[in-house]
């Protein structure tokens, strides 16, 4: 769940211990900006050292709280690994929604270069996972918006 920013490591321990890192403005001050400008190509020594300090009180503070498993500490725990491939069968309102969208004018933008392609497969995957992804029809108040039995799944 962390990605890149501090700020989301502050995010995860204030909804699991609200307060132990402080506030967001002082975490920030305190250390996600100090780690920051010390990670720069162009930061001084002054702020490598600080930077540093900072990630090391901050990495003591929360190695209490914070358990980093390694693959290969965990891999002989795990059962081998099993793949099952499903093949679901659209319903007929899928398959209709998909050869309408493959006859489309959207779909010949795409093939003559003028349309992205990614947005028309991100429209196909919509219609095979459920037809109401299909931002296209307003039915969401509709008494069968998101019935499971207009999935193939």
Known sequence: PI????????????????????????FQ???AVPI??????????????TAFR???TLKDLIAPYL?????????VKLPAKTEQVLFCPMTSEQREAYRAYLAS???????DGSREALGGIDVLRKI?????LL????????????DPSRSGK
């Open 67 to 75: 358990l980093r498993r390694m693959k290969c500490d965990v891999d």
């Open 3 to 26: 990605q890149n920013r501090l700020s989301e490591l502050w995010s995860l321990f204030d909804f699991v211990f609200p307060g132990k890192l402080g506030t967001l403005p002082v």
């Open 54 to 56: 900072c990630a090391v």
């Open 36 to 49: 920051q400008i010390g990670g720069y190509t162009n930061a001084s020594n002054q702020q490598v050292t």
């Open 135 to 146: 931002e296209r029809r307003a039915q969401a108040a509709s008494a069968e918006y998101g």
């Open 29 to 31: 001050a305190q250390f």
């Open 128 to 132: 095979v996972n459920h037809p109401d």
């Open 105 to 111: 004018r959207e779909v010949e933008e795409i093939l």
